[in-house]
């Protein structure tokens, strides 16, 4: 089960940092991911990290702004989103993929969060 936190109603320019706490599985063994849907469009990936040995992915649009990253002994994962645009604006899902390989498919995660709502104002 995941529970994904700290979304919110932000102004252009600023950070949120969004959580996901994993229970249920040994979260250190899977891959973590954050995606993201907005109104009218298709869930498309935000970034991903794998297992304990690194690896991290980032879709270009969000590149030099966001930073995902995990800690596997609190079972939590978390997407710092600095310099936030109304782009931004989406329903941001975080998911673990039971295999330690990286996908930006989003039909390769296994398990969701229930998805938690950005809103950037111009």
């Known amino acids: 089960q995941l529970q994904a936190s700290g979304g919110g109603l932000v102004q252009a320019g600023d950070s949120l940092r969004l959580s996901c706490a994993a229970s249920?599985?040994?979260?250190?063994?899977?891959?973590m991911g954050w995606f993201r849907q907005a109104p009218g469009k298709e869930r498309e990936f935000v970034a991903a990290t794998r297992d304990r040995n690194g690896g991290i992915f980032y879709a270009d649009s969000v590149k030099g702004r966001f930073t995902i990253s995990r800690d596997n002994a609190k079972n939590t994962g978390y997407l710092q989103m600095n310099s936030l645009k109304p782009e931004d604006t989406a329903v941001y899902y975080c998911a673990i993929r039971t295999s330690s390989s990286v996908s930006r498919n989003d039909r390769d995660y296994n398990y969701w969060g229930q998805g938690t709502q950005v809103t950037v104002s111009s």
């Open positions: 249920g599985r040994p979260f250190s063994w899977s891959t």
